[in-house]
């Protein structure tokens, strides 16, 4: 079964400081990867997503992630953060079995505190 | 923008009472999906639902679950006897046919169970 580690629970970053964090994925072929954020009383909003082709996708608000095959990971960066960025994020692998649906796996999620 | 919605925000419900939750999901999207949170802990994958009936579905999602598409716009997750450790954030979340799994989310139902 396919599994998503978060590693780190909380991250503390200044505000304009530069941000990185960590998504690893378990499974035997590449799946989807997704980063989604979620901010306190709201709900998902994706933030980019990966399928194939180029391995840094660019996102909405600033965000990138690099997706690394030889380590299983999709780390989601910002290169300056804002203090709106403050929010849980959420890692997520799919799989896309054609015409079918399929649920996503999220990681337990990285709690981002943002100082000014 | 077209958006998930659900309705309603916030639910209090009774242990063993029956309740549904409801779900809009973005009217062109074929695929739908409940999720739940529950407090402090990650989001679960419940069910997905597709072409009137239900594609895949987790070990959480047991006989006292289910899920209706009970018209053109709806989509509906009923739990038939609450319990307490049903108490949680359910998301429903939709997407197209060439989505390639870009699910959209609504902004959730928190369900109490007292």
């Known amino acids: 079964a396919q599994s998503v580690t978060q590693p780190d629970i909380h991250i503390t970053v200044s505000e304009g400081a530069s941000l990185e964090l960590r998504c690893n994925y378990s499974?035997?072929?590449?799946?989807?990867l997704f980063w989604y954020v979620q901010s306190p009383g709201q709900g998902l909003q994706l933030l980019l997503k990966?399928?194939?082709?180029?391995?840094l996708v660019q996102g909405i608000k600033g965000f990138e992630a690099e997706f690394k095959r030889s380590q299983s990971s999709f780390n989601l960066r910002k290169p300056s953060v804002h203090w709106s960025d403050a929010a849980e994020y959420f890692c997520a692998v799919g799989l896309y079995s054609g015409g079918g649906a399929d649920g996503l796996t999220f990681g337990k999620g990285t709690h981002l505190i943002i100082q000014p | 923008e077209p958006e998930v919605t659900q309705t309603p925000s916030h639910q209090v419900t009774q242990m063993g009472q029956e309740v549904i939750l409801r779900c809009v999901p973005i009217s062109n999207h074929l695929y739908f999906y409940w999720y739940r949170q529950i407090l402090g802990q990650k989001v679960e994958f419940l069910v997905s639902f597709y072409n009137n009936e239900i594609s895949e579905k987790s070990e959480i999602f047991d006989d006292q679950f289910s899920v209706e598409r009970p018209d053109g716009s709806n989509f509906t997750l009923k739990i038939r006897s609450t319990k307490l450790e049903d108490s949680a954030m359910y998301f429903c979340a939709s997407r197209d046919r060439g989505g390639l799994n870009e699910q959209f989310f609504g902004p959730g139902t928190r369900l109490t169970v007292l």
């Open positions: 499974y035997g072929a590449t799946p989807y």
């Open positions: 990966y399928f194939s082709g180029d391995t």
